[in-house]
């Protein structure tokens, strides 16, 4: 079991910055990624951006060049640095992390609001 949670959202005006961080706890070495998923009332689920174990990662094209995912395997920390921030990036983001045993298994923070007024 993994458990994971986030902090550091809240109300920005557009254009301005906020640090999302998760932290990891339980059987994290079994984790092969780890990313951050938003979600606004009404819609799926969309993935931010993952970080690979290896280190290898991935953007939405809607945040290529303003956000830039992180971790701290030691500190089984996980980061998001979100420059110039736009109103429609206004949604509740939560921390992911996923492992492979004998199946799948998807683990999910608790989540953090995330306001960019404009």
């Known amino acids: 079991q993994v458990q994971l949670v986030e902090s550091g959202g809240g109300l920005v005006q557009a254009g301005g910055s906020l640090s999302l961080s998760c932290a990891a706890s339980g059987s994290t070495f079994r984790l092969i990624a780890r990313g951050w998923y938003r979600q606004v009332p009404g819609d799926e689920r969309e993935l931010v951006a993952r970080i690979t174990r290896d280190g290898r990662t991935d953007y939405a094209d809607s945040v290529k060049g303003r956000f830039t995912i992180s971790s701290d395997n030691a500190k089984n920390m996980l980061y998001l640095r979100m420059n110039s921030l736009k109103p429609e990036d206004s949604a509740v983001y939560y921390c992911?992390?996923?492992?492979?045993?004998?199946?799948?298994?998807?683990?999910w923070g608790q989540g953090t609001q995330v306001t960019v007024s404009a």
């Open positions: 992911h992390g996923v492992e492979v045993t004998t199946r799948v298994n998807d683990y």
